[in-house]
């Protein structure tokens, strides 16, 4: 008498014309599979699948957590080894302009990423102009109006004021008034005084 193997399954099959039992296997997408056969998901190979009684069971392969706060996607898992910033990837010490604000640079370490303001040096100048990030020494912020460095403009609060940009500073001197008479008139906003006509009137004589 012919000696059937042990099986493996919990409901085993005999096909016409055989003597022994057999596990039944899998159909899965068209795909057939034996008893106990694992297989990678057709569609998604981060599922794993086994054929067990002719019932095909399929799961997410495990991954291990990632401790870090922008972790990228490595062989099905969350690894901290890059970076995934506003829907891009960056490489592990990459570093960046930040998009929202010109004046940030972001790193990307060890899947977390830090965004900080750019360090700006100081300007050594006493009207500096803003400039992208930092204050520049490249122009002059004078009474609230911004000049181009080398630019010679008047002093608004002073009509006899003449400045002068230069690397940030603001020099400033008086346009000099000539001639002098006994009743000056200086018109408003004008610098220099004019000399006014004394109108004579002739008496009759007594």
Same mark, same amino acid.
């Given at each position: 008498?012919?000696?059937?193997?042990?099986?493996?399954?919990?409901?085993?099959?005999?096909?016409?014309?055989?003597?022994?039992?057999?596990?039944?296997?899998?159909?899965?997408?068209?795909?057939?599979?034996? %008893?106990?056969?694992?297989?990678? %998901?057709?569609?998604?190979?981060?599922?794993?699948?086994?054929?067990?009684?002719?019932?095909?069971?399929?799961?997410?392969?495990?991954?291990?957590f990632a401790p870090c706060s922008h972790p990228i996607t490595q062989q099905c898992c969350r690894t901290c080894e890059g970076?995934?910033?506003?829907?891009?990837?960056?490489?592990?010490?990459?570093?960046?302009?930040?998009?929202?604000?010109?004046?940030?640079?972001?790193?990307?370490?060890?899947?977390?990423?830090?965004?900080?303001?750019?360090?700006? *040096?100081?300007?050594?100048?006493?009207? *500096?102009?803003?400039?992208?990030?930092?204050?520049?020494?490249?122009?002059?912020?004078? %009474?609230?109006?911004?000049?181009?460095?080398?630019?010679?403009?008047?002093?608004?609060?002073? *009509?006899?004021?003449?400045?002068?940009?230069?690397?940030?500073?603001?020099?400033?001197?008086?346009?000099?008034?000539?001639?002098?008479?006994? %009743?000056?008139?200086? *018109?408003?906003?004008?610098?220099?005084?004019?000399?006014?006509?004394?109108?004579?009137?002739?008496?009759?004589?007594?």
């Amino acid at each position: 008498m012919k000696r059937c193997p042990r099986l493996s399954c919990s409901t085993p099959n005999v096909l016409p014309g055989d003597c022994c039992p057999q596990c039944p296997g899998c159909v899965y997408e068209q795909q057939p599979y034996r %008893h106990a056969e694992r297989f990678y %998901h057709p569609t998604d190979s981060c599922r794993s699948c086994a054929c067990t009684n002719g019932t095909v069971h399929c799961q997410r392969k495990p991954c291990p957590f990632a401790p870090c706060s922008h972790p990228i996607t490595q062989q099905c898992c969350r690894t901290c080894e890059g970076c995934v910033y506003e829907g891009r990837e960056r490489a592990h010490g990459e570093t960046w302009a930040d998009a929202s604000d010109p004046c940030a640079v972001c790193v990307c370490r060890e899947g977390s990423v830090r965004c900080e303001r750019k360090l700006c *040096p100081p300007a050594t100048c006493k009207h *500096p102009v803003q400039r992208q990030c930092c204050m520049s020494c490249e122009g002059c912020m004078f %009474h609230g109006k911004e000049y181009s460095d080398g630019t010679e403009f008047s002093d608004d609060k002073d *009509p006899c004021g003449v400045c002068y940009c230069y690397g940030g500073e603001v020099i400033c001197t008086k346009t000099p008034c000539y001639g002098e008479c006994s %009743h000056p008139y200086t *018109p408003p906003r004008q610098c220099c005084g004019e000399c006014e006509r004394m109108s004579s009137q002739t008496l009759p004589h007594s």
